[in-house]
Antibody
Framework: EVQLLESGGGLIQPGKSLRLACAASRFTFSNFAMTWVRQAPGKGLEWVAAISGNVNNTNYADSVKGRFTISRDNSKNILFLQMNSLRAEDTATYYC?????????????WGQGTLVTVSS | EIVLTQSPATVSLSPGERATLSCRASLSVANYLAWYQQKPGQAPRLLIYEVSNRATGIPDRFSGSGSGTDFTLTINSLEPEDFAVYYCQQRSLWPLTFGGGTKVEI
């Protein structure tokens, strides 16, 4: 069974940076697209960023473009989300999710999420 | 961006009844429409991809239909574990977008 384990969340002040990681196991990581999806407390799902299996293609939500960077280390099976210039509205549980195929963004496996709280 | 509008926001049903959930897209998404289930305190789970294909391990009481801009998730004979929030999601165009969700409550 696919395993995705996020880490790196916590309480952070506005304007600061944070890097989330998602350790993947039990599947061939480099063969699959990966995404970050967030959920503010009591709200719905919001897609944040996506990266194809070979790292060549990345996409971002307008709300994070220029501030967040998605990346992956296929040699270590880890997905990252570098979050800069954090704002209060970035407060959410951040999930990493696996695409169903190389560049197919039906999200068939999800981590348990890591909570990011942006507050002074 | 493609806006997905789900209706109703909340539906109250009893175990054994049928749930019919709607998702309407602001532009055609072809067949690139998925459905997810989320229970309190849990991550979402993929139910249906490409309109009507059940994900691995999803019971056949869940079915999806539709095309273009109008889609439906049907849950036949609700089980107690089906009471949850359901989201649709499109991958036809960037950015990926989710609908606002439909809560199926007892």
């Amino acid at each position: 069974e696919v395993q995705l384990l996020e880490s790196g969340g916590g309480l952070i002040q506005p304007g600061k940076s944070l890097r989330l990681a998602c350790a993947a196991s039990r599947f061939t990581f480099s063969n699959f697209a990966m995404t970050w999806v967030r959920q503010a407390p009591g709200k719905g799902l919001e897609w944040v960023a996506a990266i194809s299996g070979n790292v060549n293609n990345t996409n971002y939500a307008d709300s994070v473009k220029g501030r967040f960077t998605i990346s992956r280390d296929n040699s270590k099976n880890i997905l990252f989300l570098q979050m800069n210039s954090l704002r209060a509205e970035d407060t959410a549980t951040y999930y990493c999710a696996k695409g169903r195929a190389y560049s197919v963004y039906d999200l068939d496996s999800w981590g348990q999420g890591t909570l990011v709280t942006v507050s002074s | 961006e493609i806006v997905l509008t789900q209706s109703p926001a909340t539906v109250s049903l009893s175990p054994g009844e049928r749930a019919t959930l709607s998702c309407r897209a602001s532009l055609s998404v072809a067949n690139y429409l998925a459905w997810y289930q989320q229970k309190p305190g849990q991550a979402p789970r993929l139910l249906i991809y490409e309109v009507s294909n059940r994900a691995t391990g999803i019971p056949d009481r869940f079915s999806g239909s539709g095309s273009g801009t109008d889609f439906t998730l049907t849950i036949n004979s609700l089980e107690p574990e089906d009471f949850a929030v359901y989201y649709c999601q499109q991958r036809s165009l960037w950015p990926l977008t989710f609908g606002g969700g439909t809560k199926v409550e007892i």
